[in-house]
C-alpha cells in the first residue's frame, strides 16, 4: 500500500509544541468559542425577538456545555436593514436587545461564570441613520471625510456611478445623494454606507469604540468584513470574470482586487492591536472576519488579530473527500507564522448553512469533531452543538437582504435565514425560545424532537459529544501535543494527537457510505488496543469499549475518537 508521506506532518507536531509554551497567556487557547445570534438565542419578554436579558439567563448552558467565550451578534442601535449589521449608535444597545445596564448584567455575570464575553465590531461600515453619515452629506467637517464619497461620471449625457464596483446584495455598489450632490459607497445594502479609514478623525473614533465596550465588560471582537476597509484610491473598475453563470448584479462577477485585502487594512489592525493593549487587564482576543486566500490571512496573524479560518464553510462540502479535507487543514497550518499558536476551525455561522444541513445527518458532528481533536481554538454556533439543521422558509417569509434583493426566484440561493431560526430549547411553544407564538423568524418544525432538553437526556446525542469534545481539549496532548493528519485506506482520515508518556488521541473519520475496517494501529503508529472515547450520533459503538486497533471496522460517514 502507497501511504502518504508524514514529514511534513511531524514538522506540524513540532511546531505546535514549540508554540504552545508561547501562548499560555491567551485565555482562548485550546478552548471552544460559542457563537451567539442574539434575535434567535433566547427571548425574554415574549416579542417574539431574543435579547440580552434572555442570553443571560441562559449563560448556564455555555458553563454546561464547557466553552470558555461568549460572542454576540451586533446588539447595538441599528433600524435592522442588516438585521444589527447596520449600526447607528456604535456605543448603544438597541431597545430590542435591552440596555446597556442589560449588557453589564450580562457581562458580569459571565465573570461570576468564568466566561469571557466577545462583541462583533463592525468597522466596515455604518448605517444611513447615523448621525455622523448625516453630517457627512451636509459636508460638516470632519465627517464629510468619514465616508466614501465619489461625483459621477457623464456617459452620452446621463449621470452613472463611478465605477464598475458591485454590492455584496446585488447591484451597484455606489448610490446616489441628492443632497449631497455625490454618489456614496456600499458594498452591502444601500442603507449601510461605507466609513472612510483614509480618514485620521474617523480612525480614533472608532478606536474609541472599542475602548467604550472593554471599559464594559468585553473581552474581545471579533471584527466583521475587516477585508473591505480600504478601496483603491483611484476607484479604478474591478475586472470582469467572463462566463460566471451569475445575474449581472451580483458582485462574484468581478475580481475583487481594489475593494478587498488592500495593505492598509493590516496597518489599522495593527493600531487597534496597540490601542487594546494599552487599556490593561487580560488580553483582548481580535479575531478577524476575511474571506479571503490563506497567504492574505495569515498576515493577520502578524498585524495582531487571529484570522478566521473557513475553511470548512468555504473550501469543503459534504461530497469532499478525505484527501480534501487533508489538504485544506495542512495548508493553513503549514502556513502559519512561526510564534502563531491560535489556529481555529470555524464550524458554522451565521452567514452560511448550518454544518448539518451543509454535510447531512450522518456527519452533523464531523466537523465539531476535528475542531475538536486539531490544535487550536473551535468556534461553534449557537445550535450546532445540538445539531440543529436549517430551516426551509418561502418567500413570504424570507427577511434577509441579501435573499429579499435576490427576488422571488433566487431569494433561497442567497438568503441567510434558514441558518438563523431561534435555537430549539425543548418541545413547548416557539421551542422555548419565546411565549409567543409568533417569532421574528419561523422555529424549525423539527423542534418536537430536535430540542436540547431531549437530547440532555439521551446517552447517544449532539449534546452529548459536544461535552465530551470541550472536555478533551483540557488534555495535556491536546495543548502541547504534536498534530499529524493522515490519508489511511479507502477514504478514512486520521488525525493524532501525541505527547511523549501520553496516551496519543486518534479521529478516525470515514468519508465513504460503507463499513470499513482498518488496521489504525499501523497506518497512525499507535497502540494495537485503544478504548472508544466518543463517537458521532448514529453510531453504535459504546463510549468506553476496548477495541482492536489493527482490524478496526468504521461504520458509514462515522467519526470515532479512540484514546
Known amino acids: 500500500m502507497l501511504r502518504e508521506p508524514k514529514v511534513l506532518l511531524f514538522l506540524f507536531g513540532a ?3 514549540t508554540f504552545a509554551a508561547d501562548a499560555l497567556g491567551d485565555w ?9 445570534y442574539p434575535r434567535s438565542f433566547k427571548d425574554s419578554n415574549g416579542d417574539g425577538v431574543g435579547d440580552l436579558n434572555g442570553i443571560t439567563s441562559k449563560l448556564e448552558h455555555l458553563v454546561d456545555i464547557g466553552v470558555s467565550t461568549a460572542w454576540l451578534s451586533p446588539i447595538f442601535v441599528s433600524p435592522m436593514v442588516d438585521f444589527g449589521y447596520d449600526i447607528a449608535n456604535f456605543t448603544d444597545i438597541d431597545p430590542i436587545f435591552g440596555t446597556l445596564k442589560d449588557f453589564e448584567r450580562l457581562t458580569a455575570k459571565a465573570k461570576t461564570l468564568g466566561l469571557k464575553v466577545v462583541l462583533d465590531f463592525v468597522p466596515n461600515h455604518s448605517s444611513d441613520k447615523h448621525p455622523s453619515f448625516q453630517k457627512s452629506i451636509q459636508r460638516i467637517k470632519p465627517y464629510d471625510e468619514y ?16 465605477n464598475n464596483w458591485l454590492s455584496g446584495f446585488q447591484g451597484s455598489a455606489w448610490e446616489w445623494n441628492a443632497q449631497r450632490g455625490q454618489y456614496y459607497l456600499h458594498q452591502f445594502a444601500v442603507g449601510q454606507p461605507d466609513l472612510n479609514y ?4 474617523l480612525r480614533k473614533e472608532m478606536e474609541n469604540v472599542l475602548a467604550f465596550w472593554i471599559a ?29 453563470g451569475l445575474p449581472p448584479t451580483d458582485s462574484g462577477n468581478l475580481e475583487h482586487i481594489y475593494t478587498r485585502d ?10 487597534w492591536r496597540k490601542s487594546v493593549d494599552v487599556l490593561g487587564g487580560d488580553k483582548k482576543i481580535l479575531l478577524t472576519e476575511a474571506y479571503t486566500t490563506i497567504p492574505l490571512a495569515m498576515k493577520y496573524y502578524e ?19 478525505n484527501r480534501d479535507f487533508k489538504r485544506n487543514i495542512d495548508r493553513w497550518l503549514s502556513s502559519m507564522p512561526r510564534g502563531s499558536y491560535a489556529a481555529n476551525w470555524v464550524v458554522g455561522n451565521h452567514d452560511n448553512h448550518r454544518a448539518a444541513s451543509r454535510f447531512g445527518r450522518n456527519r452533523a458532528d464531523q466537523l465539531s469533531m476535528l475542531a475538536g481533536v486539531l490544535p487550536g481554538v473551535g468556534i461553534i454556533y449557537n445550535g450546532d452543538e445540538i445539531g440543529m439543521e436549517d430551516t426551509s422558509l418561502t418567500w413570504d417569509q424570507t427577511v434577509d437582504p441579501a435573499g429579499c434583493n435576490a427576488g422571488p426566484n433566487k431569494y433561497s440561493q442567497y438568503s441567510r435565514d434558514p441558518e438563523r431560526t431561534p435555537y430549539q430549547w425543548d418541545n413547548t411553544i416557539s421551542a422555548g425560545f419565546s411565549e409567543s407564538n409568533r417569532t421574528w423568524l419561523p422555529v424549525n418544525p423539527n423542534y418536537k424532537t430536535l430540542n436540547l432538553l431531549r437530547q440532555k437526556m439521551t446517552v447517544t446525542s449532539h449534546y452529548a459529544v459536544f461535552k465530551k469534545l470541550v472536555g478533551l481539549k483540557k488534555l495535556p496532548v491536546m495543548k502541547t501535543g504534536t498534530a499529524e493528519v493522515i490519508l489511511m485506506e479507502n477514504n478514512i482520515l486520521g488525525v493524532v494527537r501525541r505527547l511523549p508518556d501520553a496516551s496519543p488521541v486518534v479521529l478516525l473519520i470515514n468519508f465513504s457510505d460503507i463499513n470499513v475496517v482498518v488496521d489504525a494501529s499501523t497506518w497512525l503508529n499507535v497502540p494495537e488496543e485503544l478504548n472508544v472515547y466518543v463517537v458521532s450520533v448514529g453510531v453504535d459503538i459504546a463510549a468506553g469499549t476496548r477495541v482492536n486497533a489493527t482490524a478496526f471496522k468504521i461504520p458509514p460517514a462515522a467519526s470515532v475518537i479512540l484514546v
Do not use: C, H
Open 15 to 17: 511546531f505546535w509544541s
Open 28 to 36: 482562548w487557547k485550546d478552548t471552544f468559542i460559542y457563537q451567539i
Open 147 to 162: 465616508y466614501v464619497w465619489k461625483d459621477g461620471k457623464i456617459v452620452n449625457g446621463t449621470r452613472q456611478p463611478p
Open 198 to 201: 483614509r480618514s485620521a478623525a
Open 216 to 244: 464594559r465588560g468585553a473581552d474581545g471582537f471579533r471584527i466583521d468584513a475587516i477585508a473591505l476597509l480600504f478601496e483603491d484610491e483611484g476607484l479604478r473598475d474591478e475586472p470582469v470574470i467572463p462566463n460566471t
Open 262 to 271: 488592500l495593505p492598509e487594512v493590516y496597518e489599522v489592525l495593527k493600531s
Open 303 to 321: 498585524s495582531g488579530g487571529i484570522p478566521m479560518n473557513f475553511v470548512f464553510i468555504t473550501n469543503l462540502t459534504g461530497s469532499s473527500k
